[in-house]
């Protein structure tokens, strides 16, 4: 665990529970308002999911309400294994919102051919959790590292599932890290008939079934039993496992350290 990598943090456990209790029943853009007002070293991690783009819209609202160019800068993972459409539409919001979009790949790589013959074919199949740590984890943590981030806007909702059932709006990880999930309480639905109503950009696969939108390997429709069930909504990620998460809401410290054994192990074979 290096010093440099724990944030002081800005509130106190407690003070943290007291803002939950007062934004549980807020409004996405009530929250969002209150993000931005009281966090420091604010920004979006998004891959331009439903959710995503909705806050990403309503901060470009509460932006223009202040007259200020979009308030939030935006962090996109380039796994280099997204769908193209999902590249595109990165593109596409940033420039139509006027956010400032700062992009991470994973260490050492910027092309997918790049990334198999660095750290082999199929990693996601041989090593499911070194590619986790290698494409979202990693690049998340030098962002964060060199952006100076202190706070990041999420885009997960209770009504997906699993561990999500359980959020809360404001959370602080194990780095001191806060997150903030300001569209914690609406369904699928809801998000979607916020997308139609205010003409959001969005993933034209949502157009073909798909709910829940990763990487081209571990992206599927979602199951069709459960098409109608929010909790089944991320169905159509990592088909066949029990994983429900690609990493970024792990244990940091805890993955680092699984892979720089591993790493550490192989050098040593």
Known sequence: MSDNEILTPQYTPEQIEKFNIELEDKSPQDILKWAIDNLDGLYQTTAFGLTGTAALDMISKISQEREEIHLVPLIFLDTLHHFPETVQLSKTASENYLAEMH????????????????YGKKLWETDESSYDYLVKVEPAARAYKELGVKAIITGRRKSQGSDRSSLKVLEIDERGLIKVNPLINWNFKQVKEYIDKENVPYNPLLDQGYKSI?????????????VNNDAGERSGRWQGKSKTECGLH????????????????????
């Open 250 to 269: 792990t244990n940091y410290f805890e993955m680092k350290k699984k892979f720089e054994q591993k790493a550490k192990e192989a050098e040593s074979k």
């Open 103 to 118: 992009v991470y790949t994973p260490p050492g790589v910027s092309t997918t051919e790049e990334f198999s013959n660095k």
């Open 214 to 226: 990763g990487d081209v390997h571990s992206t599927a429709p979602p199951d069709p039993n459960s």
